[in-house]
């Protein structure tokens, strides 16, 4: 018999899944929730968003011109914050596609496990270290005193097997990522998208509620 595997090379699909508490929403195939209205388009707002948790917004002044809120999901603890500059309605796309056509995601959850934000840092570091199919340069960042780790973005291949046999690679251009763990609420932050990781750091930093 022969078999067909299609596979992004990023980081790890654990690690993705840690961000939004177990649903693999980042990847090519990934959305999280029903939270969609007969249009098909997402909530454009967190107003009817009900969660045990704060959730921090960036300040838009800090995005790259004309982005703004665009789209809300949702599911268990995690909700998931879709910026662009462009309307994303009808959704029609992954969210992954979402970003590779230039949102910026923000993805925040509740974590229990963690206790401060130096565990996460360490944990984080020490993972991608040991991973042997990290591409991307992790780096320690700080945000506003919280400890997590970011990447700019990189070159990612794009690998299709046929029986556990590589028949063809293609470079693809992987997203940029900062996450942290916010020491004052308990939550993890993830912010994604095809920038610099100079930019994804100051909109972590402006995040407020």
Same mark, same amino acid.
């Given at each position: ?28 195939? /990934?959305?999280?929730?029903? @939270?969609?209205? =007969? =249009? ?15 959730? *921090? ?7 790259? @011109?004309? +982005? ?6 949702? @599911? /268990?603890?995690?909700?998931?914050? +879709? ?17 590779? *056509? ?12 963690? *206790? ?30 919280? *400890? ?7 070159? /990612?291949? =794009?690998?299709?097997?046929? =029986? ?39 909109? @972590? ?5």
């Amino acid at each position: 018999m022969v078999t067909m595997e299609r596979r992004k090379i990023v980081l790890v699909a654990v690690i993705l899944s840690a961000v939004i508490g177990g649903a693999v929403i980042l990847a090519n195939t /990934g959305r999280l929730s029903q @939270a969609a209205n =007969d =249009d098909a388009c997402m909530l454009k707002t967190l107003d009817s968003v009900v969660t045990d948790f704060p959730v *921090k917004q960036p300040d838009t002044s800090s995005m790259p @011109a004309g +982005f703004q809120l665009e789209g809300v999901d949702y @599911a /268990g603890r995690t909700v998931i914050m +879709f910026y662009a500059d462009h309307s994303l309605c009808p959704l029609t796309e992954s969210y992954g596609g979402l970003i590779d *056509k230039g949102a910026i995601v923000i993805s925040v959850n509740k974590s229990d496990e963690i *206790k401060d934000s130096i565990q996460f840092q360490n944990q984080e570091l020490e993972y991608y270290a040991n991973n042997t199919e990290t591409l991307a340069k992790v780096e320690p960042i700080t945000v506003n005193g919280n *400890k997590g780790i970011g990447w700019e973005p990189f070159n /990612g291949t =794009d690998t299709v097997r046929i =029986d556990g046999n590589i028949v063809k690679q293609e470079p693809i251009k992987m997203p940029g990522w900062v996450r942290f763990y916010d020491d004052q609420d308990g939550t993890i932050y993830g912010i994604r998208g095809h920038q610099p990781l100079q930019v994804l750091v100051k909109i @972590a930093e402006s995040l407020h509620r």
